[in-house]
């Protein structure tokens, strides 16, 4: 029989090793107030394991991985008590037995402002395929206060991608137009203006991004043509470098539009070319490292470079790129593995390619000395893992936090710059002990 | 039994089970079943990209009939990997190139796993596919000669 506890035992019970599940979307978790509740958030400490989920066959698989066991304690809650029931049920079928319900989310802890909440401090910037919706109709979603907007469907050498199918009325835009082929770096300031100005983006529209996840093989002759949301994540960065003052990224890229059921598009949309992009680029310089402030930042003491690229890349079995011979990894800089190869991010990233729960990846990072005190240049062989990273961090409201843009592609055409491969000593150096799942 | 005839039978066995996680259990309990891929093949050659699992996949002619072996650090994905194998196992290399896997969807595999299971279940199918194109092309080349 299912038991449904009250605020005041739920308050009890968090005194306890209990594990919290929060059955709301992604969105809900991470901020935004999507049934017009007091307080956007979640209960400190709950994991983040949306409804949705239980569409999947493998279900039970990311429970697991998400560390909950079938000893642990559960607290069940979301906004509407029979999804709450229904989940517990899952689990009760699933061999769980200590399973609560709480009921009382939205009218009792939201409403008290004594009960502590939690949310991902730039939310606003992470939207849901739902918010993009209500953009496109006219309907003045939540959290937005501008008059001008522009969705753009991200790519790399891929128009085929955004004309197979796309959020109605959005642009394509090929990441190339934002970093120069040559250097796999964003592109200068001037280059930048012109290309923003001919997609019709001025620093004070709000260009809300997003690519297609397309099973990137790193076999082909274009892997990055298949990854197409790490290469939106990437634009986003350029974008607010340049100075674009409100870039939203849409959740899970195309998978949530799908998910969503809404309709898709195969129009080319024409693009409306801007005259003037009205802000000096770049407005936030800051958030770009070149090579020279990479080696001072290994340096510090106050700073840290942090490697996104896979297992293999950072031990130099693998390049991870077809186009660069250079194996090894950057000595100094600590490991942040992102996932199988060069264009998977499996591990900053949930089963349908929402962002992963960010207390999660701040875990992680902590472990290994990665920590908001610090001014952070995350970077990978040529910026789009980097960008992704980046852009989890600067979400969570780091203050200091930047992309290395050249990463191992420029530093290892330099032969002057050191390099190491193999394992490394963990007993000599804990900094790069390998994090990730 | 031709390939089809395994499929349908996959389709039944799948098909009496009430929901999609017991559809889950039934597929880690293929993975079980499924042979232990020698240790030989559990190398960069064989590994399949794209996955977020580590998965390898090798294949063998053996008196005209392609014999797969598959292994995978993931449950499921051992699990996925042992249903292909059921259905393309024993077959000649031209019929598995000529395989339409309508199981995989009548199943619900395509539809009901995440979209990372289900980039790796096309992983899967991609490469069996691949090992047989070029299984056909080598045996074509032998005629040749």
Redesign the interface.
């Known amino acids: 029989m299912l038991r449904e506890i009250s605020t005041e035992r739920l308050i009890e019970l968090m005194r306890r090793r209990v594990k919290i599940i929060d059955l709301r979307s992604v969105e809900a978790y991470n901020g935004w107030k999507l049934q017009n509740e007091k307080r956007g958030g979640h209960i400190p400490g709950a994991k983040s394991l949306p409804l949705k989920?239980t569409?999947?066959?493998?279900?039970?698989?990311?429970v697991r991985h998400k560390e909950i066991l079938p000893h642990d304690e559960i607290i069940i809650y979301g906004y509407q008590p029979d999804e709450s029931h229904k989940v517990a049920l899952?689990f009760g079928?699933?061999g769980y037995e200590n399973i609560w319900i709480y009921n009382n989310y939205i009218n009792e802890w939201s409403t008290n402002d004594y009960l502590p909440v939690d949310k991902l401090p730039r939310y606003r910037h992470l939207v849901s395929a739902n918010w993009v919706n209500a953009l496109l109709s006219g309907k003045n979603p939540d959290e937005y206060d501008n008059d001008k907007y522009i969705v753009v469907h991200a790519h790399y050498r891929n128009r085929d991608a955004y004309l197979s199918g796309h959020i109605p009325g959005a642009i394509d835009m090929d990441t190339m137009e934002l970093e120069s082929p040559e250097t796999w770096n964003r592109r200068s300031p001037g280059e930048l203006k012109k290309a923003l100005e001919q997609h019709g983006i001025t620093g004070d529209t709000t260009v809300v991004l997003y690519g297609k996840?397309m099973?990137?093989?790193?076999?082909d002759e274009f892997p990055g043509s298949a990854a197409g949301h790490i290469g939106a994540i990437r634009c986003a960065f350029i974008m607010m470098y340049a100075g674009v003052k409100d870039v939203r990224v849409l959740n899970g890229g195309f998978?949530s539009w799908e998910d969503a059921g809404f309709e898709i598009s195969i129009e080319d949309v024409s693009k409306r070319m801007v005259a003037d992009f009205g802000v000096n680029i770049p407005a936030n310089p800051e958030l770009a490292v070149d090579t020279h402030e990479a080696k001072e930042m290994i340096l510090s003491k106050d700073a840290d470079l942090v490697c996104v690229r896979s297992y293999p890349e950072y031990i130099g079995e693998v390049s991870g790129y077809n186009y660069i011979s250079a194996k090894g990894r950057i000595p100094g800089a600590v490991f942040a593995d992102c996932?199988?190869?060069a264009y998977?991010m499996?591990n900053y990233?949930n089963?349908?390619?929402t962002t992963r729960e960010y207390h999660e990846i701040e875990e992680i990072w902590r472990k290994s000395g990665i920590t908001p005190d610090k001014h952070l240049a995350f970077y990978c062989g040529t910026g789009w893992r980097g960008s992704e990273a980046w852009f989890n961090a600067w979400l969570m409201g780091w203050p200091r936090v930047s992309v290395y843009d050249g990463g191992w592609f420029e530093w290892s055409n330099d032969p002057h710059n050191p390099y190491e491969t193999g394992i490394p000593d963990f007993s000599n150096n804990e900094r790069v002990k390998r994090v990730g799942l | 039994m031709d390939i089809n005839d395994i499929q349908d039978q996959i389709i039944d066995e799948f098909a009496s089970l009430e929901d999609?996680?017991e559809?889950?259990e039934l597929?880690i309990k293929h993975g079980m079943q499924m042979p232990a891929m020698d240790k030989k093949y559990k190398t960069d050659r064989y590994a399949v990209?794209?996955?977020?699992s580590r998965l390898w996949i090798a294949s063998e002619v053996i008196d005209g009939r392609m014999i797969f072996h598959a292994d995978s650090d993931s449950?499921?994905v051992r699990g996925m990997a042992a249903v292909v194998l059921k259905v393309v196992n024993n077959q000649s290399p031209d019929q598995v190139t000529k395989a339409d896997l309508y199981f995989i969807y009548e199943i619900?595999?395509r539809n009901?796993?995440?979209?990372?299971?289900a980039?790796g279940l096309?992983?899967i199918v991609?490469r069996i596919y691949e090992l047989a194109h070029y299984s056909v092309t080598q045996d074509q080349e032998r005629n040749f000669s």
């Open positions: 989920w569409n999947y066959m493998d279900w039970i698989e990311i899952l079928k699933a996840h099973n990137p093989d790193n076999d998978q996932g199988s190869d998977h499996e990233r089963l349908d390619h | 999609r996680f559809k889950y597929l990209k794209g996955c977020q449950e499921i619900g595999l009901h796993l995440s979209p990372v299971r980039n096309a992983s991609k």
